[in-house]
């Protein structure tokens, strides 16, 4: 990594199984796969899709928020000598799902926690302090002096600088998001709808933009990646009904819409911005 984007991005921020008790407790062992030698990338990746389903995996990160049903698991194994390797969480399912990959004398583990609840107490965002640009990028590769570009979507972008960090993602949509010039004239009714066909579309271009942002990313948040996802977490910063209807009712179509914005503790703005039309934007600026 060049020493400039490292000094940018510092000065921006400046047995395997645990043991399981009770019926009542917060996590319970689901399953394990056993590998005689180290899980390929194919095949450890085809091990989690199988046993997760359609949902999205997401990497646990161990400097972020601790929930205590996965520390029921984790601290057992993070206090002995067979520390997991890797551990990822799946909520897109009716109880949460944790996989911890784990060595298991010349070869690894794979095992499945199935949890209560993910539980962790809404905490204020905070950015966490970046040592290296390679744990923050490690899916990405330097392609300039403060840019870089994902390993496998060369259309998502970051470049870092000592006031901002712009995220972006490109992907023309087909059909792209229709705006109604005559919003004004509906009825209340009407425009309660509207506003709902509004608020469905940008909540699903929120999870687009967490899972291309914000799960390509180690260690940027003290929020876990699941954690973006929950209305306890985001709801006071997702935009709001009377904010839509604002600007639908000016009749014109905006340059882009900002559906998530929040002000971090160290001060830092963070926000998620869509033109509508397949272009993403996540930008964290200094203060």
Do not use: C
């Not at 999870?207 to 940027?220: C, I, P, Y």
Request: cysteine-free; glycine content about 6%; proline content about 6%.
């Amino acid at each position: 990594m060049r020493l400039i984007t490292v000094l940018l991005l510092l000065a921006f921020v400046a047995g395997f199984a645990a043991p399981v008790k009770a019926a009542t407790a917060p996590a319970r062992l689901f399953g394990a796969v056993d590998s005689r030698t180290e899980f390929s990338g194919g095949r450890l990746f085809a091990v989690l899709d199988s046993v997760g389903g359609t949902g999205t995996w997401m990497e646990w990160d161990v400097n972020g928020i601790r929930d205590p049903s996965v520390m029921y698991i984790l601290d057992p194994l993070l206090a002995s000598s067979n520390k997991p390797k890797m551990v990822w969480v799946i909520s897109e399912r009716i109880t949460p799902l944790m996989a911890v990959l784990l060595p298991k004398g010349s070869g690894e583990a794979l095992v499945f926690y199935e949890l209560s609840a993910l539980d962790a107490k809404p905490v204020p965002l905070q950015m966490n302090r970046v040592l290296s640009p390679d744990v923050v990028f490690r899916d990405y590769r330097l392609v300039g002096a403060s840019e870089f570009v994902h390993l496998d979507r060369p259309n998502l972008r970051v470049v870092a600088t000592d006031k901002t960090i712009r995220f972006s993602y490109t992907n023309p949509d087909a059909t792209p998001l229709r705006f109604d010039r005559d919003f004004a004239k509906k009825t209340v009714v009407e425009k309660k709808n509207e506003v709902r066909n509004y608020r469905d579309f940008f909540d699903y271009e929120y999870v687009l933009m967490l899972r291309a942002f914000v799960q390509s990313t180690r260690g940027l948040f003290n929020w876990q990646a699941w954690h973006w996802y929950m209305p306890a977490f985001n709801s006071r910063a997702m935009i709001s009904d009377a904010e839509l209807e604002a600007i639908l009712s000016k009749g014109v179509p905006p340059q882009s819409v900002t559906i998530f914005k929040m002000k971090a503790s160290g001060g830092q703005w963070v926000e998620f911005k869509t033109n509508g039309n397949g272009f993403y934007e996540m930008v964290i600026t200094n203060p």
